[in-house]
């Protein structure tokens, strides 16, 4: 362990943290937190403090912390070979065996898949897919990509116009044109209260045929969406939501990426979010849950249709003008064939579906009842409590309350990391797959405590 007793300080005046308020972390006003090891679903920091990450980092330890399995794997491919690119047919075993499993796993109807680092880089990939393959067939103009508002799709130029979240995209000068958004499928904040789910899917429907209407289909090359909203509020689809949309893209030719970076491998108690809820797509966004984040690597899983396009796009022009150095890196996927064994050998798809449904049953239990809980929600470990100042009429409280950061900090004093989520008072808990009954219940009834002290 380091020993050194300035980092504190060296953090603070040379570190460009991520998605943190730059001034306040300089001038030491918010909290640093140096974490030094982690065992299954929990984390120590260099305090000594071990916190139950009821958020799997980024919900991306899926398999947990501490697998010696992924660890030797990582080890033995660096010693034999740490890396080689993957341009013009070259690979390595860990890589083409990856590729393999993944197509293993993915629906029938997918045919290959191009690595990269990130689940940002895998939806940039995508989107120029998308245009390359809308040029081949001759479509010049079918361009326009729609999104949904509290979508997440990433943090880059045009992954972050993709994403529907006010910050991402303020002061960025995004979106970019030729990104559309169309409504997120969010049941609870619905406008008006009586409407049922039914109501609510069908007016999500007609709204994205209004907006293809407005642009006119033969200007809209796809449609990106998270198979379950996940930062935008970890929000579950309404009933009949995805056959409904399906059916409209379908109509208009319009394909379809289903950005499973959270869903696939497992969050939801299925492989894919694309077979939990029957969707079809033309392209799946994988990365997290691909190495358990134990090394950075993400995928475009391309479908049969989109590849035979492509096929005949490097026949009529060349090699595709699409790669990274770093695309299938070698430890990265030596780490991605480790982790997908292990959630096979280990059973984490049926546990995560398991303890998924045990967590949001215990969850309603305890909080279900209480006067400020609006909403509790999930499917499969992906689970949140949203909080309100008033059940009945559904009145949110005031966004300077702060009053979803203020319950996950309580949590934290409580030994516990919960994710408060952006644009709105959400706790959020995506825990690893292999959560035990007791850490579920510990969960629970420290956030309950939680609540408590925040003076709900
Ligand atoms: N897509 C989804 C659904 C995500 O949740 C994320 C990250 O949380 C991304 C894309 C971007 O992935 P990354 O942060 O690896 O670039």
């Not at 953090?11 to 730059?22: A, W, Y």
């Not at 898949?113 to 001759?138: M, R």
């Not at 008033?390 to 300077?400: E, K, P, Q």
Request: aromatic share 8%; glycine share 12%.
């Amino acid at each position: 362990m380091l020993k050194n007793d300035q980092l504190e300080q060296w953090d603070r005046d040379n570190f460009f943290h991520p998605s943190t308020h730059l001034a306040e972390f300089a001038r030491g006003n918010l909290p640093q937190r140096v974490i030094t090891g982690g065992s299954g679903c929990h984390i120590e920091d260099r305090e000594g403090n071990r916190l139950l990450d009821a958020f799997a980092g980024l919900y991306c330890v899926n398999v947990g912390y501490g697998r010696q399995e992924i660890a030797e794997a990582i080890a033995d491919q660096a010693r034999e070979l740490a890396y080689y690119h993957a341009y013009v047919g070259h690979g390595t075993e860990a890589s083409i065996t990856l590729a393999k499993m993944v197509l293993d796993r993915a629906p029938d109807h997918m045919s290959k898949v191009y690595f990269g680092q990130s689940g940002s880089d895998a939806n940039e990939t995508n989107i120029k897919l998308v245009w390359y393959y809308n040029n081949i067939v001759g479509r010049p103009e079918k361009k326009k990509i729609i999104s949904r508002w509290r979508g997440y799709h990433g943090s880059g130029l045009m992954t972050g116009s993709l994403t529907g979240l006010e910050a991402f995209q303020k002061k960025f000068d995004l979106p970019l044109d030729r990104v559309i958004h169309t409504d997120a499928p969010y049941y609870f904040r619905r406008e008006t209260l009586d409407q049922t789910e039914e109501q609510f899917t069908a007016q999500c429907v007609a709204s994205l045929e209004a907006l293809i209407e407005q642009e006119g289909a033969d200007t809209i090359a796809a449609f990106i969406g998270e198979p379950a909203l996940g930062t935008g509020g970890l929000v579950p689809p309404p009933a009949g939501y995805w056959p409904a949309i399906q059916a409209v893209l379908d109509r208009h030719d319009i394909l379809l990426i289903a950005d499973e970076v959270v869903t696939g491998f497992g969050r939801l108690g299925t492989m894919f979010g694309s077979e939990h809820y029957g969707l079809k797509p033309d392209i799946i966004t994988i990365a997290k849950g691909l190495t358990s984040a134990y090394a950075p690597l993400s995928g475009s899983i391309v479908s049969d249709k989109v590849w035979a396009v492509l096929e005949q796009g490097t026949d009529e022009n060349g090699p595709i003008g699409h790669g990274w150095t770093y695309s299938a890196h070698p430890i990265g996927a030596a780490a991605g064939v480790a982790n997908l064994k292990l959630i096979d050998d280990l059973n984490l798809v049926q546990n995560a579906g398991e303890m998924g449904a045990y967590l949001k049953r215990t969850l309603t239990e305890a909080l279900g009842d209480h006067a400020h809980v609006g909403d509790i929600r999930g499917e499969g470990l992906l689970c949140a409590v949203e909080f309100v100042q008033d059940r009945d009429s559904r009145t949110f409280f005031d966004a300077g309350d702060k009053v979803g950061p203020t319950v996950a900090a309580k949590l934290l004093d409580e030994g516990v990391i919960g994710r408060a989520m952006p644009q709105g008072d959400i706790i959020g808990f995506a825990p690893p797959f292999c959560l035990t009954k007791d850490e579920a219940d510990e969960v629970v009834g420290k956030l309950v405590k939680a609540v408590a002290a925040a003076g709900l």
